[in-house]
């Protein structure tokens, strides 16, 4: 049984998502942040050089690089001189960082960044949808969504909790949905800066550059020794799987909030449709979801939390007595006509003797709002195919015809 | 004084990187934190599970080392260690002048108290000479080769020097490997200044340049006697001081004719014009600097 979130609503302040996110990050101790402004990251960097100009911030020094590219590469070399770092960015500015992310974990470098997730150029939009993050999917950093902003504040003590533990080592992106949740003013707990120093232990890495200690950092591996790197990375990853809940859990010990671990199910255990999606728009889900069940629609939602690594057994063992398994994409694979979240279900269902059908709707690029109807719509689709099967197994969700 | 920079490593015969490598850690002294793009000088001195380093070291990539420079300092100064470490990048001229401008010209703007020695070999070594933004005017490499209706590069140096005092650096020094002194001396002196500092030591290679591995400091010094590679320094924006030539000034062709990448000047129609006009550019610095 899943932990009950016991929020306290006497804690509660309104404010916004990037205000919440930023102050988690001052929470957390960083010794170095390091970021570039983009929309709708913004609010996030703006709120953490105000907390700078005031001193809030003690042994944190607050580079304003010239550039995304310069923002991770700095924080190669502070994460390797010992450092605790912060970043947040997202679509060009994310995909800018494409060559330091896979530098980053392959110097196993514990890297926190906020990614405020958003559509990519072209055509150039700043609205939501999961590209950014999606494509940096083999990039080795592990990928946590949250559905609102207190999770997502939460979510980045955990996040230094889970990489910066000696049997992970990887760096973490939290991804929020721009604007949904960076912009949005709501009530949330801050992150305690008492419990945080009770639940986050400094950083105290074992390898790092110091003259008294000459070391190497970022060899060059030939065919004898690279492949060990990368495998020791996935056994990394692996770990992190029971990490992740581990942390949820003893972040639940100490603050008494609670969000799911790789995963979080919403009245799935009679359901014969699943429903699966990442971040924000779960909120939206749920909601349909009690519409429905008032009609006894035996539907259910699979919230996935960690999109990196992928949890495999977790999904397995929700949908396993489904009838059927509907995946929300808000990115496309171009070229397959999937989205990743879909793809990657599928491909954990095969060769198991799970047999529920799946299917898949891409919805929401580019910020497409993403109406109840519509989600009643596909919910309406799937079960249909409880009766005669899947007719088409991916499809793009709401597509303007009048507009091709 | 003890090399920083063990032997055994990767580097060619007469290589000079591992020259400039080793003199710039002469001046830096042991307690650094080395910064290394990647270029030959990362490659043969790093082949995991061995290194050539007696210093803290790290390589991420080839167009961040300036970046990377800047967040190792960031955090030695947030831990309460920035008098425990000087933070010294060393880069190729392709890592500096072309793919790392962009990072090197935000740590400069940024004032970070490092220094930055750009190891000119006057080309894209590690992959095969290439040319790149410090290849000088008429050299053959293997993207700019002479041929039936090409003299090599039709671009000169690039002024990098120049760019860096433009970015308001304290100190911005040219040196040489052909002169061990000169440039220990002045990393030497970057190191010790606060706030970002630059050397650029002229280094030739004689893998990409074609002379034979015994003539790396000749060839050095010849580029300097020539007035091609003039040595100063600059102070808060003004030149303090020049290594004079004076009557032991030599034509440009004693330097070009040691080395392959020029020989087709020789050969080719019209070869001598494109020499005047080399020995045009070495006047201009003869006059500019009063060599
Ligand atoms: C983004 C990127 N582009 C290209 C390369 C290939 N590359 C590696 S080293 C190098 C040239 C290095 O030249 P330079 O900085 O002058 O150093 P040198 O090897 O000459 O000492 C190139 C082109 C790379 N590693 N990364
Ligand atoms: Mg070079």
């Given at each position: 049984?899943?932990?009950?979130?016991?929020?306290?609503?006497?804690?509660?302040?309104?404010?916004?998502?990037?205000?919440?996110?930023?102050?988690?990050?001052?929470?957390?101790?960083?010794?170095?942040?390091?970021?570039?402004?983009?929309?709708?990251?913004?609010?996030?960097?703006?709120?953490?050089?105000?907390?700078?100009?005031?001193?809030?911030?003690?042994?944190?020094?607050?580079?304003?690089?010239?550039?995304?590219?310069?923002?991770?590469?700095?924080?190669?070399?502070?994460?390797?001189?010992?450092?605790?770092?912060?970043?947040?960015?997202?679509?060009?500015?994310?995909?800018?960082?494409?060559?330091?992310?896979?530098?980053?974990?392959?110097?196993?470098?514990?890297?926190?960044?906020?990614?405020?997730?958003?559509?990519?150029?072209?055509?150039?939009?700043?609205?939501?949808?999961?590209?950014?993050?999606?494509?940096?999917?083999?990039?080795?950093?592990?990928?946590?969504?949250?559905?609102?902003?207190?999770?997502?504040?939460?979510?980045?003590?955990?996040?230094?909790?889970?990489?910066?533990?000696?049997?992970?080592?990887?760096?973490?992106?939290?991804?929020?949905?721009?604007?949904?949740?960076?912009?949005?003013?709501?009530p949330v707990v801050l992150l305690e800066q008492d419990l945080t120093d009770e639940f986050l232990p400094a950083y105290e890495p074992e390898h790092v550059?110091?003259?008294?200690?000459?070391?190497?950092?970022?060899?060059?591996?030939?065919?004898?020794?690279?492949?060990?790197?990368?495998?020791?990375?996935?056994?990394?990853?692996?770990?992190?799987?029971?990490?992740?809940?581990?942390?949820?859990n003893e972040f639940y010990d100490v603050y008494g909030r609670y969000y799911g671990g790789l995963i979080d199910e919403y009245r799935t255990d009679d359901?014969?449709?699943?429903?699966?999606?990442?971040?924000?728009?779960?909120?939206?889900?749920?909601?349909?979801?009690?519409?429905?069940?008032?009609?006894?629609?035996?539907?259910?939602?699979?919230?996935?939390?960690?999109?990196?690594?992928?949890?495999?057994?977790?999904?397995?063992?929700?949908?396993?007595?489904?009838?059927?398994?509907?995946?929300?994409?808000?990115?496309?694979?171009?070229?397959?006509?999937?989205?990743?979240?879909?793809?990657?279900?599928?491909?954990?269902?095969?060769?198991?003797?799970?047999?529920?059908?799946?299917?898949?709707?891409?919805?929401?690029?580019?910020?497409?709002?993403?109406?109840?109807?519509?989600?009643?719509?596909?919910?309406?689709?799937?079960?249909?195919?409880?009766?005669?099967?899947?007719?088409?197994?991916?499809?793009?969700?709401?597509?303007?015809?009048?507009?091709? | 004084?003890?090399?920083?920079?063990?032997?055994?490593?990767?580097?060619?015969?007469?290589?000079?990187?591992?020259?400039?490598?080793?003199?710039?850690?002469?001046?830096?002294?042991?307690?650094?934190?080395?910064?290394?793009?990647?270029?030959?000088?990362?490659?043969?001195?790093?082949?995991?599970?061995?290194?050539?380093?007696?210093?803290?070291?790290?390589?991420?990539?080839?167009?961040?080392?300036?970046?990377?420079?800047?967040?190792?300092?960031?955090?030695?100064?947030?831990?309460?260690?920035?008098?425990?470490?000087?933070?010294?990048?060393?880069?190729?001229?392709?890592?500096?002048?072309?793919?790392?401008?962009?990072?090197?010209?935000?740590?400069?703007?940024?004032?970070?108290?490092?220094?930055?020695?750009?190891?000119?070999?006057?080309?894209?070594?590690?992959?095969?000479?290439?040319?790149?933004?410090?290849?000088?005017?008429?050299?053959?490499?293997?993207?700019?080769?002479?041929?039936?209706?090409?003299?090599?590069?039709?671009?000169?140096?690039?002024?990098?020097?120049?760019?860096?005092?433009?970015?308001?650096?304290?100190?911005?020094?040219?040196?040489?490997?052909?002169?061990?002194?000169?440039?220990?001396?002045?990393?030497?002196?970057?190191?010790?200044?606060?706030?970002?500092?630059?050397?650029?030591?002229?280094?030739?290679?004689?893998?990409?340049?074609?002379?034979?591995?015994?003539?790396?400091?000749?060839?050095?010094?010849?580029?300097?006697?020539?007035?091609?590679?003039?040595?100063?320094?600059?102070?808060?924006?003004?030149?303090?001081?020049?290594?004079?030539?004076?009557?032991?000034?030599?034509?440009?062709?004693?330097?070009?004719?040691?080395?392959?990448r020029f020989k087709h000047l020789f050969t080719m129609e019209g070869g001598a014009e494109e020499i005047a006009k080399i020995q045009a550019l070495a006047?201009?610095?003869?006059?500019?600097?009063?060599?």
């Amino acid at each position: 049984m899943a932990p009950e979130n016991k929020l306290d609503k006497s804690k509660m302040v309104v404010v916004e998502g990037s205000y919440a996110v930023a102050h988690a990050a001052k929470v957390c101790r960083p010794n170095v942040i390091s970021a570039y402004p983009i929309t709708p990251q913004t609010h996030i960097v703006e709120d953490l050089s105000q907390f700078m100009a005031d001193g809030e911030i003690p042994n944190c020094e607050y580079i304003n690089v010239e550039s995304e590219f310069s923002a991770l590469s700095a924080l190669v070399g502070s994460s390797a001189a010992g450092a605790r770092c912060y970043s947040a960015t997202t679509s060009q500015g994310l995909e800018l960082m494409h060559e330091v992310l896979f530098n980053i974990s392959g110097m196993r470098l514990p890297v926190v960044m906020t990614i405020a997730n958003r559509a990519v150029s072209a055509p150039i939009s700043i609205w939501n949808d999961h590209q950014d993050a999606i494509s940096q999917r083999d990039t080795g950093w592990l990928q946590l969504y949250a559905e609102n902003t207190q999770e997502i504040s939460d979510m980045t003590a955990q996040a230094y909790k889970i990489s910066e533990d000696k049997d992970i080592l990887m760096p973490s992106m939290t991804c929020m949905d721009g604007f949904i949740l960076s912009h949005v003013y709501e009530p949330v707990v801050l992150l305690e800066q008492d419990l945080t120093d009770e639940f986050l232990p400094a950083y105290e890495p074992e390898h790092v550059l110091d003259p008294k200690n000459p070391l190497s950092f970022g060899a060059f591996a030939d065919p004898n020794y690279y492949t060990e790197f990368r495998y020791l990375q996935e056994q990394a990853m692996q770990k992190a799987l029971k990490k992740i809940e581990d942390v949820a859990n003893e972040f639940y010990d100490v603050y008494g909030r609670y969000y799911g671990g790789l995963i979080d199910e919403y009245r799935t255990d009679d359901a014969d449709i699943i429903i699966m999606a990442m971040g924000s728009i779960v909120g939206t889900i749920k909601d349909v979801i009690d519409k429905l069940r008032d009609r006894n629609v035996k539907v259910g939602l699979l919230k996935v939390r960690s999109f990196r690594p992928f949890p495999v057994e977790a999904i397995k063992n929700v949908v396993k007595d489904a009838k059927v398994v509907v995946v929300l994409d808000k990115n496309i694979s171009l070229g397959l006509n999937e989205g990743a979240l879909f793809t990657e279900t599928k491909s954990s269902l095969y060769n198991t003797d799970i047999r529920v059908p799946v299917v898949g709707y891409m919805i929401g690029h580019g910020g497409r709002d993403i109406k109840i109807d519509t989600i009643e719509k596909i919910i309406d689709e799937a079960e249909e195919v409880m009766k005669t099967g899947i007719k088409i197994e991916s499809q793009f969700t709401d597509v303007k015809e009048e507009l091709l | 004084m003890k090399s920083l920079l063990a032997p055994g490593h990767r580097g060619c015969a007469g290589c000079c990187d591992a020259m400039a490598a080793k003199f710039a850690l002469m001046g830096a002294g042991e307690d650094c934190i080395v910064i290394n793009p990647t270029g030959c000088l990362e490659v043969m001195t790093t082949p995991y599970p061995e290194t050539a380093w007696d210093v803290p070291w790290v390589h991420s990539l080839f167009e961040n080392a300036a970046a990377v420079g800047s967040g190792v300092e960031a955090a030695l100064k947030a831990l309460g260690k920035a008098d425990k470490a000087k933070v010294l990048v060393m880069g190729g001229d392709g890592a500096t002048l072309d793919i790392g401008m962009r990072s090197i010209s935000g740590a400069f703007e940024r004032g970070h108290d490092l220094t930055y020695v750009c190891i000119d070999n006057e080309a894209y070594m590690n992959t095969g000479v290439q040319r790149s933004g410090a290849t000088p005017f008429n050299a053959s490499t293997t993207t700019s080769p002479a041929g039936k209706v090409s003299f090599g590069n039709d671009r000169p140096k690039k002024n990098m020097p120049a760019i860096m005092v433009a970015h308001g650096a304290p100190y911005v020094a040219t040196t040489s490997i052909g002169y061990p002194k000169d440039m220990i001396n002045k990393v030497k002196k970057a190191v010790d200044i606060e706030g970002p500092t630059y050397v650029h030591a002229h280094a030739p290679c004689t893998t990409g340049w074609g002379f034979d591995t015994s003539k790396t400091v000749e060839v050095a010094k010849m580029a300097v006697q020539t007035g091609l590679w003039p040595l100063y320094e600059v102070e808060e924006g003004e030149v303090t001081k020049v290594r004079k030539i004076g009557k032991n000034i030599r034509p440009v062709e004693d330097y070009l004719k040691m080395q392959r990448r020029f020989k087709h000047l020789f050969t080719m129609e019209g070869g001598a014009e494109e020499i005047a006009k080399i020995q045009a550019l070495a006047n201009k610095n003869i006059e500019v600097y009063g060599l």
